[in-house]
């Protein structure tokens, strides 16, 4: 009996040693994934309520931390000051230039060492190559070339090295430089290694973006444009806001850029002078020609029903948005194949709502980007909310666990006790 006694009681602490094992490991995985939720959380709060907004030239910095690549056609409207930080080009022979809010100024060898004798081409546009160059100190950039053959760029350069000269923000892509020489004309950008948010949802080499990481670049967006409109001294208007306009760093983070240089597009056969990028400009633009912040908010809101759907504003979008609106649910039919259970449909129909007050046909009753900002926030915080109810759940469940271990505890001792009686 004394032996049998003894299996009895090697079985039982086998089988307690093995779930005190299980019960540890199920404590620290909870423990980990609390952390990294509470980091993420944190992060997050910092990018929506510390942004370091710096104005006109305050506290500049020349840092090149991150990103600018594919090259794009680009517009910007601003209230412009009294006097252009630029001189005439080309005075007595010679290019002449004012300062220019600070920026450093580079010569044309130092452009051209630094992009290989400009071999390291990243992108094409109207306006001119794209470079992506390696300066002396180390820092990686991105260089802008403009077509010496462009009359309306050089108006352009000027208003881009004249805003971003004095405009710095977390959510904006900084110019870091500028190059006039040589007949030449460059801007000098951060690198932002992961390409526009266009590459991203329509190239199908890339990675698709899951639905945490484009709500982020949404709230992204939305404080680069809420520091153009709201902090900004005078206001900015953007004129171009799509997803080609929108560049990703190497952690997926958004800035939007692409200031000064711009596109005119075509109606009816003739040239209206309207600036921006067709399936994002503003009915009311077009019949007005009147651009207003409400009509960047209008593109703000196609760029957020690019983020659900993947369907670009040129193949027509929005006869899809319009036809899901017929339902509440409607959304759920053209939301990405990329997300399809793997996203809360909720959490897709709150953003589907708030990109469709962007894209009121009255441009008095869509919201401020503050308020649009706002509102992505609070979607943020709704889904932590939940996920931090799911922690507390998982841990009421870990609590029961070490309940019955020391339950078994209990029962093992008096079966000791009874054995060795």
Same mark, same amino acid.
């Given at each position: ?71 794009? +056609? ?69 260089v802008k070339a403009l077509a010496s053959d462009s009359k309306q760029g050089e108006k352009e350069f000027q208003t881009e090295v004249s ?85 990703l760093d190497h952690l997926t983070r958004a800035k939007v850029a692409d200031f000064g240089l711009s596109k ?125 109810? +799911? ?31």
């Amino acid at each position: 009996m004394v032996h049998k006694a003894d299996l009895v009681i090697i079985g039982v602490s086998v089988g307690l040693a093995v779930g005190i094992l299980l019960a540890s490991l199920v404590f620290f995985g909870i423990r980990w994934y609390r952390r990294r939720a509470h980091l993420r959380k944190c992060a997050n709060d910092n990018s929506a309520s510390t942004l370091p907004i710096r104005r006109n030239g305050v506290d500049t910095s020349n840092i090149l931390s991150e990103s600018f690549p594919n090259s794009v +056609t680009v517009k910007v409207s601003t209230y412009p000051a009294k006097t252009s930080p630029l001189s005439k080009w080309n005075k007595n022979g010679k290019e002449q230039l004012a300062s220019a809010s600070g920026l450093p100024r580079y010569s044309y060898k130092d452009i051209q060492k630094a992009t290989k004798n400009f071999t390291t081409i990243l992108g094409q546009g109207s306006f001119g190559p794209v470079y992506k160059a390696t300066m002396p100190a180390g820092e990686v950039v991105a260089v802008k070339a403009l077509a010496s053959d462009s009359k309306q760029g050089e108006k352009e350069f000027q208003t881009e090295v004249s805003l971003l000269g004095r405009l710095h923000h977390r959510n904006l892509v900084n110019l870091v430089g500028y190059c006039v020489d040589k007949g030449q004309r460059m801007l000098i950008y951060e690198y932002m290694s992961n390409g526009s948010l266009a590459s991203f949802l329509y190239d199908e080499e890339k990675p698709a973006l899951n639905w945490e990481e484009r709500l982020q670049i949404a709230l992204d967006i939305s404080h680069g444009i809420e520091y153009l409109h709201d902090g900004a001294v005078p206001p900015v208007i953007h004129r171009d806001l799509k997803s080609a306009n929108i560049l990703l760093d190497h952690l997926t983070r958004a800035k939007v850029a692409d200031f000064g240089l711009s596109k005119e597009e075509v109606y009816d056969g003739r040239n209206s002078g309207l600036k921006g990028t067709y399936g994002y400009i503003d009915p009311v633009y077009i019949s007005t020609n009147k651009f207003t912040m409400k009509s960047d908010i209008y593109s703000f809101g196609i760029i957020l029903f690019e983020l659900i759907t993947a369907i670009h504003p040129q193949q027509n979008l929005m006869e899809y948005v319009n036809l899901a609106a017929m339902s509440s649910d409607g959304i759920d039919e053209i939301l990405d194949k990329e997300l399809v259970g793997e996203c809360d449909p909720e959490e897709v129909r709150s953003l589907a709502r708030i990109a469709h007050r962007c894209l009121h046909k009255t441009p008095r009753k869509r919201p401020s980007i503050g308020e649009v900002s706002q509102a992505i926030t609070k979607l943020k915080q709704r889904r932590l909310v939940r996920e931090d109810s +799911t922690m507390s759940f998982a841990s009421e469940e870990f609590s029961g666990v070490v309940g019955c271990i020391e339950l078994q505890q209990d029962q093992l001792k008096k079966m000791t006790s009874i054995a060795e009686s």
